[in-house]
């Protein structure tokens, strides 16, 4: 049985945090259990930024991106002796146990704490790359597809009007999620990204088809970590084998991050909230929570970050078909 708990918002800022601090908070308070905010994650945790939380302190919060505990990349807790250092807080505190939201930078730590120290965590998904095993989707994804799409139409309509290709380049260092969902959301004639072997050679053959096709425009989404390299050295490529092409490069950048969360986003992060704190009470630990095919599983941290999580092959399909 645990009296106190602490939360955390740790690694790079998604929307709908907010709503799972939120969940996490007013949950832990209907179980009858204290709760503790960690203010700037890990590095918060070593320096003791613990405050405690009440239903107020999550009020007005559900609707704003980014996160109120603030968040940070800590190279101390690396450390042995910065993990000694925020055990001790812990210990300071009375924190029994904790709900770390992040992804798998986050749960690495925080499986490595609970082998050293057995401090009892459930990490929640909370990334707008939703490349984590165990959960169809992660906190924030779908708010970052939408503001990537939002931005593609954006930019279909200039493409249009004056006969160009457009690069997009979206978040994705190692997954494609973003690239795929808001390519064929927005109409791209080709998606890249990490998971998929699109080289040169096949960008410049599409073009020249949806030309051949009277195509007035194209859009190429190019995932930040595509292995042809960034979506303006692939546009730099194209050009010198097509110079006829009015060739235009737009990087979407940290926008993605950004932003109220959707009504997916929300509710996601609220059902993983509540869920992190029941599994707790329930004995959970060293365990991320997840929704898979709508029912809540509980997957342990070395699966959710050691399992590549793939891109369902109908999606890679529906690319080259409705690319024509």
């Not at 009440?54 to 910065?82: C, D, P």
């Not at 190692?174 to 109409?187: E, F, L, M, R, V």
């Not at 088809?209 to 050295?233: L, P, Q």
């Not at 709508?294 to 970050?305: G, K, L, M, N, R």
Request: charged fraction near 25%; charge should be negative.
């Amino acid at each position: 049985m645990y009296n106190r708990i602490g939360v955390f918002t740790s690694g790079g800022d998604s929307p709908g945090m907010n709503a799972c601090v939120r969940a996490v908070v007013r949950t832990a308070i209907y179980n009858k259990l204290e709760v503790y905010g960690i203010k700037r994650g890990y590095e918060g945790m070593i320096q003791g930024q613990l405050y405690p939380m009440n239903s107020h302190s999550v009020s007005n919060i559900i609707q704003k991106g980014g996160t109120i505990l603030k968040s940070a990349r800590s190279k101390e807790f690396m450390t042995i002796e910065g993990r000694k250092k925020a055990y001790q807080q812990l210990r300071n505190f009375d924190i029994d146990a904790l709900v770390a939201i992040g992804g798998d930078g986050t749960f690495t730590g925080a499986k490595i704490f609970y082998e050293e120290f057995g401090i009892p965590t459930i990490g929640v998904p909370g990334t707008i790359d939703n490349d984590l095993y165990g959960t169809d989707y992660t906190i924030g994804y779908d708010t970052a597809i939408n503001t990537a799409l939002d931005a593609i139409d954006k930019i279909r309509d200039t493409a249009d009007s004056h006969n160009r290709v457009f690069f997009v380049e979206v978040m994705g260092r190692d997954s494609g999620y973003i690239a795929i969902q808001s390519g064929i959301a927005g109409g791209a004639e080709i998606v890249m990204m990490p998971e998929t072997s699109t080289t040169i050679q096949d960008v410049i053959n599409t073009l020249k088809e949806g030309w051949m096709r009277k195509k007035s425009s194209s859009i190429v989404v190019v995932a930040e970590g595509d292995e042809e390299g960034s979506a303006a050295e692939i546009a730099e490529k194209v050009k010198a084998q097509l110079t006829d092409l009015d060739i235009r490069v737009t990087t979407l950048g940290h926008i993605q991050r950004g932003g109220s969360p959707t009504a997916k986003d929300r509710i996601l992060a609220s059902r993983l909230g509540i869920a992190a704190v029941e599994g707790l009470l329930k004995g959970q630990k060293n365990a991320m929570v997840g929704i898979i095919n709508d029912e809540v599983v509980y997957t342990p941290f070395e699966e959710a970050i050691g399992k590549q999580k793939p891109i369902h092959p109908d999606l890679l399909r529906m690319v080259g078909i409705l690319s024509i």
